[in-house]
């Protein structure tokens, strides 16, 4: 059965559960269509249900970690009103309001909501190197946020996978707490702009692993090491380390909106004056829209700002100015 809504927010990470909050707050009954557990893209929480330790997210002063900190965002917006659905976005329909949305669990070709408003918080997923105990070790040692997790690998040795400006970037960063940084990459010329390049060549912390991929992990609850495979000669080698960033990249969960809502030439969603996209009534917030920073603060804080943006334009729709 079909429902109306005044507002639907397709995700839950920290940007789509704080726009639940506030849009909650300002008696908006929000829905929230979470995602699905068994998905890497879009499940419910976000890419922190697969963080462990979180100590830069202000107001924890011994950390928080990410499933729990996830798990009181959600109960504070369901305190206030939001609604939950535990499902996935499948089929939007953006051409005319209200606007109209199918999920995983539809059942015949009727919407299962039309909405008034929508909020696009559907996040970013990193690239991953596709082994086998890539999910098992991540947040224990594996990680994919050098700012985020930088602080734990203070006088360890370290590596990160990746050519390009991100990777270079991740490395620099890293070299502030590690002993030392193995860039490993597959080829033997870095894809980075040259002054990312001239800044990691002369960093005395950071090596490199040329022409090598890493496709094996080692470590039972914590990150031992790798084994890396030469891409010329095929000869594997094992290297220890204590930690490993991959850092090839990000890609913003957007693929349902793709032909209605405006984004630039690597999927994120292009927003204007706040969090408006170019369709009236369609707002975006959080890593979807955020290539820059992908922080679970920043996140949050346009989260805020979407939820406002919202509020004021169903303000202005139901009482117009004369």
């Not at 397709?10 to 699905?36: D, K, M, Q």
């Not at 170019?278 to 955020?290: H, T």
Request: contains cysteine.
């Amino acid at each position: 059965m079909t429902q109306h809504r005044e507002v639907v927010i397709v995700g839950s990470g920290p940007a789509g559960l704080t726009a639940a909050i506030y849009t909650a707050r300002a008696n908006l009954s929000p829905v929230v269509i979470e995602g699905e557990p068994s998905s890497t893209s879009d499940q419910p929480g976000g890419q922190l249900m697969l963080t462990t330790e979180i100590e830069n997210f202000p107001g924890f002063i011994d950390g928080i970690m990410g499933p729990e900190l996830m798990s009181n965002f959600r109960s504070q917006a369901e305190r206030f009103g939001a609604n939950y659905h535990t499902a996935k976005v499948t089929k939007i329909d953006l051409s005319g309001r209200p606007f109209k949305i199918w999920t995983s669990d539809s059942k015949s070709d009727e919407p299962d909501y039309l909405a008034e408003s929508v909020i696009v918080s559907t996040g970013a997923r990193s690239l991953m190197l596709d082994l086998e105990d890539e999910v098992r070790l991540i947040g224990h040692g594996l990680s994919t946020c050098a700012t985020c997790d930088g602080f734990f690998f203070r006088d360890l040795d370290i590596a990160v996978v990746g050519g390009g400006d991100s990777a270079m970037e991740e490395a620099i960063f890293l070299t502030k707490f590690a002993k030392s940084v193995t860039i490993i990459h597959r080829r033997k010329e870095l894809r980075a702009s040259k002054i990312m390049q001239d800044r990691a060549f002369a960093n005395s912390k950071i090596r490199f692993q040329w022409n090598s991929v890493v496709t094996e992990l080692h470590g039972e609850s914590q990150l031992e090491g790798v084994t890396v495979t030469d891409t010329v000669t095929n000869q594997e080698t094992r290297l220890d380390f204590s930690g490993l960033f991959v850092a090839i990249g990000h890609v913003p969960n957007t693929d349902v909106f793709v032909g209605q809502l405006e984004m630039d030439q690597n999927g994120y969603i292009v927003t204007r004056d706040g969090t408006h996209t170019n369709i009236d009534g369609v707002f975006a917030c959080g890593d979807a829209q955020d290539h820059v920073y992908r922080q679970a603060i920043t996140a949050a804080g346009s989260g805020c700002m979407a939820a406002i943006d919202v509020e004021r334009w169903l303000e202005a729709k139901h009482h117009p100015a004369s």
